[in-house]
Nanobody, 122 residues
Framework: QLQLVESGGGLVQAGGSLRLSCAASGPTFSSYSMGWFCQAPGKERELVAGITRAGLGTNYAGSVLGRFIASRDNARNRAFLQMNSLKPEDAAVYYC???????????????WGQGTQVTVSS
């Protein structure tokens, strides 16, 4: 069973950048599609970015397109979310998630990290 631990959250000024990391432990990380989700207080958790098993394909929520970049390093069992030009509305708890098999839009993820808080000051 894959286990995920996020890091890299924190407080940043609007317009700044953060890089979230998701460290995976367990077998065959490269067999898992990965997703990044966010959940703000009072809101439902929503997909921010998804990335295919080899890291060759990504998709993004419209609100972050052009600002966030999802990537992964399968040799190091890590996934990343580079967050640029951050806005106050990006503030949320960010989670990485994994699901074995090929990536598809709308797919369900069964393995989740504990989340990391991102706060953006205006």
């Amino acid at each position: 069973q894959l286990q995920l631990v996020e890091s890299g959250g924190g407080l940043v000024q609007a317009g700044g950048s953060l890089r979230l990391s998701c460290a995976a432990s367990g077998p065959t990380f490269s067999s898992y599609s990965m997703g990044w989700f966010c959940q703000a207080p009072g809101k439902e958790r929503e997909l921010v970015a998804g990335i295919t098993r080899a890291g060759l394909g990504t998709n993004y929520a419209g609100s972050v397109l052009g600002r966030f970049i999802a990537s992964r390093d399968n040799a190091r069992n890590r996934a990343f979310l580079q967050m640029n030009s951050l806005k106050p509305e990006d503030a949320a708890v960010y989670y990485c998630a994994a699901e074995a098999g090929p990536y598809s839009r709308g797919m369900q993820f069964s393995t989740w990290g504990q989340g990391t808080q991102v706060t953006v000051s205006s």
